[in-house]
């Protein structure tokens, strides 16, 4: 589509046109801000004029097609964001301020503020270190043994602004050259064929089991592996997203075990992006278990960067951007490296770097605190829980359609069996069927999903993948509306 | 250094090694955080044990390596700082609060706030669209009309985190193969070499005229790109830092209207890091000009990106970490790829880009916070520039050292003539002298500056970069330290 445009760049005497930039960059896709929520932007501007919107068949756009959860009206945790308030304006802990500032702060958020004021130096408006503020890193430290049982160290800890780059770093690390290869999951979340595309390197795909849960088939990595490395593929890392992102899987531990040893025995990387750690809808029998803790547990040398942000879970602050990556069995110099990588842009954002302390530091037992914070994190997180149950429940429900629990994450990933008049007609059309589904449920519903293509999946099936934020209040609706269209959508194309 | 390790690593069975990993990365040099300011931050943690204080003929390190106001006891501005606690926690403005609220917050930044939020949509912590926030980019763009006097189109600003991000990704989209070159002055910010490394795209410098105030001698240019073009390399694009860093020099608008013409001629793209353009000391004489007012005012179809940041000027938020891009006749189909490499990573941080609408759009005459912002704008204004003076006369008047006048920005990049007998030991020690001469300014007045070498020099000069960011209560203690080295070292060495 982009393409088009390229001749008349170049009639018009222009440096930069399609033909002439990066085309890596050119070539990136990335589904998930794509062609559907285009159209979704539009028809909420349409929307926004009254006078016609009595033309549309809804009344509101749902975008499902981002985990966005402030954006769909989840509250911010009332804590992270005192804290926050009150380190942009130090003055508000002055001797003159200090009364009236009680009045409308907790006791334990000033004093957290305070303390993170003091960690930080003069201002949060100064650079810190390229790795971000130690404090901060030891805080993640401390989370991550209380988590796994295992010793961290802060100098293996880098803030960064959100997992994203976090990510695109680890890989920029790895790629040496052309003929570098990465495993990933499909489906996975665009994230990393875009930035794989973008570098120059290969995606070597694994396909995740649907029909048992989205788990991983371990020994049939191995045949992948092989056939990529004997066509000359340096395959050198791979990359696991658990909880699966778009597919609400969760890795067993023993599974996870089995991938750890198959890496150490083909001496894969393995870059761990566990963001979704804190949303787990059945902690007793599909908890998250980290990778950090099994490589411990197996006292394994397999070289691991795990990736987590404040952007998912109960927090859900994505525009805050922040986030961080801990390495673990990186040799000293490569750690030097990243270092310097993270130094060429100074540093993360201040105030994400901050709300990582709140989140790997919550308020504690006896703290002012704690009993609100822990019922906004229980109020979220069983609505998510319960409207994750709905939606998995409705989609089975649909004709055609199928559906993994969610076990976690923010999304469900069904699939639909597309009849084949529908098929035909897209492919006379030259239209991509699972795209061409959602774009029609976009139109008659407002909701806006992302189609399975722009994650990958198995040839010849088709998915979407939708969040399950829409808060409750307008859940049964958004069921509703999804059940309508899709039934209105078979009796057409049966 | 850092190559010492690699045989190691491998040997100790480590996929990533320096061998292994993206040499690209590994080579990469960015001398603002290198041996220097490691060895400043050894030397503060030993004053931080009082016991040894002793031991050190300073007191403390004194930071003049990076651009980094608010560590160095800067403040913050008050009203950016207010609005930025209320965006944060808007219950403040809730009616149960707003009366506490008003005691503690004025008039103005409570109704900016607010209008802030409502342009936000539900939450801060909701991603922005991937260009960021549509009210902040009209914003920025009605600051540029008001700058220049020619139209800004919302559509065309990009905001970043920082503008670090902004240029790396124009580097990104203009380099498409190791051929392309890009025209870089000498000295530079060496943010323009790392990325060029990292991208393995070839750096052309052009030396910019310290006799005559870091100028830019446009005839040469011609010379210049001709002798790398022949020699099969695809210049594409031209930077220009101004005001200059690390020279502290102002382009005057006739020298920039040569250079857009030779860009037209040439068909280059311009990029004009301009994110020190609040900072020029000599407004009547040496004003800043952007180059989208020239490129505008020559009706020229140059294609520029511009950029800006909220880390310099008097804001000197670096934290936050906020920056725009402004494309000017870019095409459409370019601008797309842009949009998609934003979207990539989602957004930058929200922090940054409502700071980004204060600096733009600052309180007004009339408004209740109109008198103190300007004051505080004012106050640290004053204070640079006489600093700036200060240590300019003060480096003047030191054997064998010439210094042209901090025109602009936050550096000056004063010549020192190294005696021989220096040089020779250096040579012998396999030291580079400018870095050697540093060093031993560290180590005897705890003040931290940058080598030349890390920004380039003519081949035999030697330079520093310093800021004039300390306080003006430290600023005397700071010159008459330098002076006494400077004496000593000569004494030794003449």
Avoid at 74 to 94: A, C, H, I, M, N
Avoid at 113 to 120: G, M, P
Wanted: glycine letters at 6%.
């Amino acid at each position: 589509m982009l393409r088009t445009s390229a001749s008349s760049d170049s009639k018009m005497g222009k440096v930069l046109n399609l033909d002439t930039i990066n085309s890596r960059v050119r070539d990136m896709e990335y589904a998930v801000r794509g062609a559907l929520p285009t159209r979704a932007e539009q028809l909420a501007q349409t929307l926004s004029c009254d006078s016609t919107k009595a033309s549309l068949p809804f009344k509101q756009i749902i975008f499902c097609n981002l985990g966005n959860p402030q954006q769909l009206e989840q509250k911010p945790l009332t804590f992270l964001r005192q804290v926050s308030s009150l380190v942009e304006y130090p003055e508000l802990l002055s001797p003159e301020k200090i009364e009236q500032t009680k009045l409308l702060f907790p006791g334990d958020a000033i004093s957290r503020a305070r303390s993170l004021l003091a960690s930080v130096g003069p201002s949060i408006g100064a650079y810190t270190g390229s790795s971000g503020l130690l404090k901060v890193r030891q805080d993640v430290a401390k989370f991550i043994e209380h988590r796994d049982g295992f010793p961290s160290d802060p100098s293996n800890i880098q803030l960064t602004n959100g997992a994203s780059e976090a990510v695109a770093r680890i890989l920029e690390l790895v790629v040496s050259d052309p003929s570098v290869g990465i495993m990933i999951p499909i489906p996975q979340y665009p994230l990393y064929t875009a930035t794989l595309t973008r570098l120059g390197a290969q995606a070597v795909p694994y396909y995740l089991q649907e029909e048992s849960k989205w788990s991983m088939d371990v020994p049939g990595l191995t045949g992948i592996l092989r056939a990529h490395r004997e066509k000359g593929i340096n395959v050198r890392a791979i990359v696991i997203i658990n909880p699966g992102n778009p597919t609400g899987g969760v890795l067993s531990s023993k599974n996870m075990s089995e991938i750890v040893q198959f890496c150490e025995r083909e001496k894969l990387v393995i870059l761990a992006d566990e963001v979704y750690q804190a949303n787990t809808y059945d902690k007793k029998n599909t908890p998250f278990t980290s990778f950090k803790k099994v490589v411990s547990q197996l006292s394994s040398d397999v070289e691991l960067f795990s990736f987590h942000s404040i952007s998912k879970g109960m927090v859900g602050e994505c525009g805050r951007r922040g986030g961080y990556l801990e390495m673990h069995n990186i040799s000293d110099s490569v750690k030097d490296v990243l270092n310097k990588m993270a130094s060429v842009s100074l540093c993360s954002n201040v105030p994400g770097q901050l709300a990582v302390d709140i989140m790997v530091n919550p308020p504690q037992p006896g703290d002012e605190s704690h009993d609100q914070y822990n019922a906004e994190l229980d109020s979220i997180y069983n609505s998510l829980k319960s409207r994750a149950n709905k939606l998995y429940h409705a989609f089975n429900s649909l004709e055609n359609v199928s559906c993994q629990p969610a076990q976690g994450a923010m999304y469900l990933f069904p699939q639909i069996k597309l009849p084949n008049k529908f098929i035909d007609y897209c492919s006379k059309d030259n239209k991509l069927p699972d795209q061409e589904y959602c774009m029609r449920m976009l139109e008659s519903t407002g909701v806006c999903v992302v189609p399975g293509s722009g994650f990958g999946q198995v040839q010849g099936t088709f998915h979407f993948r939708t969040t399950f934020l829409p808060q409750e209040k307008y859940f049964d609706s958004f069921i509703h509306l999804l059940t309508v269209f899709h039934k209105d959508f078979m009796n057409q194309f049966r």
